[in-house]
C-alpha cells in the first residue's frame, strides 16, 4: 500500500509539472493552424465589401494576426487600416460589426463552433516606424560615429 501512495504522489507531480511547462510554451499548433484559417476568411469576408457601416466603406483593413484561445471559443484579431490613418475610429466599427463578420465567416470556415471575435489595433507597424525614426534621428548618427571613449581608457 505504500509504494502506491508514491507511485500516485510521483504520478501527480509529473502531471503538475507537465501542465504547468506546457501553460508556458505559447500557441499550440492547432491554434497556430485555427489562426491562420480565421485570418483568411476574415479577410475573404472583409474583401467582400459587404459591410453597410460608414466608418468602413472604402476602407482597406489589413488583418496582420488572429490569436483563438486555448478553448477555440474567442480569438482576438490584430488589424491595421491601409496607411495607419483613422486605426482607432476603423476598429470601432470592427468590433460594431464583429456580430456580422462572425456569421460571414462561419459559413467559410469547418469548425465546430465559430469564435467570438475581439478587435484590437496591430500596434507593431507604429512601433517599427518608431524605432526606425529613431535610429535615422541625428543623436544615433552622431553616436555611431564618434569614437568609443570606453575603449581608449582601458
Known amino acids: 500500500m505504500l509504494s502506491f501512495s508514491k507511485h500516485e504522489a510521483a504520478r501527480n507531480e509529473m502531471s503538475r509539472s507537465h501542465h504547468s511547462r506546457s501553460a508556458h510554451t505559447g500557441p499550440s499548433q492547432r491554434q497556430l493552424r485555427v489562426g491562420e484559417m480565421l485570418r483568411h476568411a476574415l479577410a475573404d469576408v472583409l ?58 465567416m462561419g459559413h467559410l470556415i469547418t469548425l465546430k463552433f465559430t469564435p467570438e471575435l475581439r478587435f484590437l489595433e496591430d500596434e507593431s507597424f507604429a512601433e517599427a516606424q518608431k524605432i526606425e525614426d529613431l535610429l535615422k534621428s541625428p543623436v544615433v548618427a552622431r553616436d555611431l560615429s564618434a569614437p568609443d571613449s570606453d575603449d581608449s581608457q582601458d
Open 47 to 104: 474583401r467582400r465589401g459587404d459591410l453597410r457601416d460608414p466608418d468602413l466603406i472604402g476602407v482597406s483593413v489589413t488583418i496582420t494576426q488572429v490569436k483563438p484561445s486555448p478553448d477555440m471559443r474567442h480569438a482576438t484579431v490584430f488589424c491595421e487600416p491601409l496607411g495607419g490613418k483613422n486605426a482607432k475610429t476603423i476598429v470601432a466599427a470592427l468590433n460594431r460589426n464583429k456580430g456580422y463578420l462572425r456569421g460571414e
